[in-house]
């Protein structure tokens, strides 16, 4: 199983930025998928979540209205759209999915926001 983030980088605050998560090694369109964030000294949190299907998103209140999650079932991809980025959404962002009897994760990429 592999979660390959990327996409992540420097960018202004008000800037926009898409990250990509490509998934192998499972049935990518049976499960849900979800992006996390953690920055330095803070605990890993949920940004946004898609179902299986795509047809059902959540977000975390702190992005709504601003970030886009979706996916591409053919592409075995999901996306995390981010606009109107603030220095607060500085993290290393996580591709994840949810199994049993461990998660799926991928290595994470760097978002950084800052003037």
């Known amino acids: 199983v592999q979660l390959v983030e990327s996409g992540g980088g420097l960018v202004q605050p008000g800037g926009s930025l898409r990250l990509s998560c490509a998934a192998s090694?499972?049935?990518?369109?049976?499960?849900?998928m979800s992006w996390y964030r953690q920055a330095p000294g803070k605990e890993r949190e949920v940004v946004a979540a898609?179902?299986?299907?795509?047809?059902?998103?959540h977000y975390a209140n702190s992005v709504k209205g601003r970030f886009t999650i979706s996916r591409d079932n053919a592409k075995n991809t999901v996306y995390l759209q981010m606009n109107s980025l603030k220095p607060e959404d500085t993290a290393v962002y996580y591709c994840?999915?949810?199994?049993?009897?461990?998660?799926?994760w991928g290595q994470g990429t760097q978002v950084t926001v800052s003037s």
């Open positions: 898609i179902t299986s299907g795509g047809g059902n998103t």
């Open positions: 994840h999915a949810p199994s049993y009897p461990g998660d799926y």
């Open positions: 090694g499972f049935t990518f369109s049976s499960y849900s």
